[in-house]
């Protein structure tokens, strides 16, 4: 049981936390901290935060645990902001699509003042943001990655990974690096790649658009993801980013020549190759 | 009411034709040809089918409609070797995903043979095949395209397009080589697309997939279609996609410059306009 949690952010993450929280009764307190808090009232007259602050240092004054629930770039603020206002033996952790910047921002504050973070990414979420698509089981069977490093507490990452657990999800633990490099191969390379096919199709064959099928549908759907938190993501984890993209073009002008040079037995052999592996996931 | 209608082809769409034509009762007699008859025996054994032969020329003796439901390369063979064996008075269609190859090769045969031919495309499908997942509500609000030329006849453009009507689909016309432009750009280039991308991470990054969320997993569902199918649509089709492939490379090269120049606005502006883009398709 924790005594209270603060939540820093209260769209479809930070609300899905405090939701899934309360409905475990696995606080006592459950603060949120909204830079307007006005925006934030629905979730404290549903129940699902005792109450709603826009002060940072205080909101965070006595928390037990920290959750950091806002875009990746504004996460490496908020460090920066509260770090001094932290409780000695509180846990602070984050929702951050990237891991290594924000990681590093903890480590590099703790050096002056010693105080405890451990990163996680919830691998969950939707095109849709913002409070009102917040879900208790939002983290129900999701994988959510913590990246301890070689400086991080042993019970921080313990308190962190049981919280996350205790939210329904499967814990993966991975270093900061090994984490972003795996998240720009498989949810920024495919965001980009959805976004760029809806781009040239909307932009060249928009009258196409109007016999698109189910594929076309589902291979874009991330593609209407929130615009501020996808900038972010792409500008914060560029460079991992950039070398997912360089194995894609790779992979992609590779079945471009062999469809040129019209050879049929191969460019079956590497679709043959492709669904193996595609259909290897769940 | 069809008499006597012929389907070519007893997979997931021939099967579903059929499923369907048999649930509206709009058929006297179903007749299925394949290849290997014993694989479609299911078709007959639960009352789809009147009856199966492997036999093309008998197959369509006497037929009013003929569906053609093989892959896209071999309907050309069909038509070549069926031609002569169709009654003077049957509509022939089939659901071929390019459409420009198939319609000269019906009016070169025609030229010699009048007979009639429309060509049809089913906008449905699914990434698995056969007749074990064919259903009768396949074409229930799905988009069909006809592709119509100026030789067409006006009496099978009406059969054609009533027919999928019936079977409950949204019936779009098309030239030939319009419909070819437009399913490259919204279905062949998202199947090479999501095709690269798995190619690359599962290469590059396997251990990547162990924490591949829905964003990836619906971004790559149709990178598990058939080999067979998806090699002969890529080879048939392989101008138009070439065109529709350059086109999203310049939308990814764009996005990807935009995020090595770190210019945050520009690239928010950018995913805001897909995002609109995205928001339009139901």
């Known amino acids: 049981m924790i005594g209270r949690l603060t939540i820093v952010g209260i769209g479809l993450l930070g609300g899905s936390v405090a939701k899934a929280v309360r409905a475990r009764g696995a606080a006592r307190e459950v603060i949120g901290v909204a830079r307007n808090a006005d925006r934030a009232r629905a979730a404290v007259d549903d129940g699902t935060l005792d109450r709603v602050t826009e002060d940072l240092a205080e909101g965070v004054r006595g928390a037990d645990l920290v959750v950091l629930a806002a875009p990746v770039r504004t996460i490496e603020d908020l460090l920066e902001r509260m770090?001094?206002?932290?409780?000695?033996?509180?846990?602070?952790?984050?929702?951050?699509?990237?891991?290594?910047?924000?990681?590093?921002?903890?480590?590099?504050?703790?050096?002056?003042?010693?105080?405890?973070?451990?990163?996680?990414?919830?691998?969950?979420?939707?095109?849709?943001?913002?409070?009102?698509?917040?879900?208790?089981?939002?983290?129900?069977?999701?994988?959510?990655?913590?990246?301890?490093?070689?400086?991080?507490?042993?019970?921080?990452?313990?308190?962190?990974?049981?919280f996350w657990e205790l939210l329904g999800a499967r814990v993966v633990t991975l270093e900061p690096d090994a984490h972003d490099a795996a998240v720009a191969a498989i949810s920024h390379l495919p965001h980009l790649v959805a976004c760029a096919l809806v781009d040239a199709v909307s932009r060249e064959w928009p009258h196409a658009l109007g016999v698109a099928a189910r594929g076309f549908k589902d291979t874009t759907r991330i593609a209407a993801g929130d615009p501020t938190m996808w900038q972010e993501i792409f500008l914060a984890n560029a460079a991992p980013l950039r070398e997912a993209l360089s194995s894609f073009r790779r992979a992609l002008d590779e079945l471009e020549r062999q469809i040129a040079a019209g050879d049929a037995a191969l460019v079956e052999a590497t679709l043959a190759r492709i669904k193996d592996a595609r259909e290897k996931l769940a």
């Open 83 to 162: 770090w001094s206002a932290l409780p000695e033996d509180a846990i602070v952790t984050d929702v951050g699509s990237s891991k290594a910047a924000i990681v590093a921002k903890a480590e590099a504050l703790a050096a002056n003042t010693p105080r405890t973070f451990l990163g996680s990414h919830p691998m969950a979420g939707s095109e849709k943001s913002g409070y009102a698509v917040a879900r208790a089981d939002l983290f129900q069977g999701a994988v959510v990655v913590v990246t301890p490093t070689d400086a991080s507490e042993p019970r921080a990452v313990k308190a962190v990974t049981g």
